[in-house]
């Protein structure tokens, strides 16, 4: 009776590996997603270029013919950069199941598959 409780240990070992693995394959996929650098990249550059059209002088209005051409850029540069932001808070990115193993799919065919048409 020993040895048919020992395989259910390990497979729950393995499964708690399985499951801490696809925890960290999820935590890197939201690290890396891609709308997360554009929209931090937008935010601090309509910060910079906001700044810019906050402390413009007249002789920079006067070459835009009195258009804060740079606050009116930084504050769209700005509302970009938020939109991705909010738009990664709102829909995460979901990472992509892992194919299953050839046995589970040898098993699945051989239940409903061809083979149960015989």
């Given at each position: 009776?020993?040895?048919?409780?020992?395989?259910?240990?390990?497979g729950h070992a393995f499964?708690?590996?399985?499951?801490?693995?696809?925890?960290?394959?999820?935590?890197?996929?939201?690290?890396f997603d891609i709308r997360r650098i554009i929209?931090?990249?937008f935010v601090v550059y309509g910060l910079i270029v906001g700044a810019a059209g906050i402390f413009a002088t007249d002789a920079d209005l006067e070459k835009a013919q009195d258009i804060n051409i740079n606050l009116w850029t930084g504050l769209g540069m700005l509302a970009l950069g938020l939109f991705f932001l909010v738009w990664v808070k709102l829909?995460?990115?979901v990472p992509p199941t892992p194919p299953l193993p050839?046995?589970?799919?040898?098993?699945?065919?051989?239940?409903?598959g061809l083979a149960g048409r015989g």
């Open positions: 009776m020993t040895e048919k409780q020992n395989p259910p240990a390990e499964q708690d590996e399985v499951t801490e693995l696809e925890a960290k394959s999820a935590t890197a996929a939201r690290l929209g931090a990249l829909r995460p990115t050839q046995e589970a799919l040898d098993a699945a065919e051989g239940e409903g």
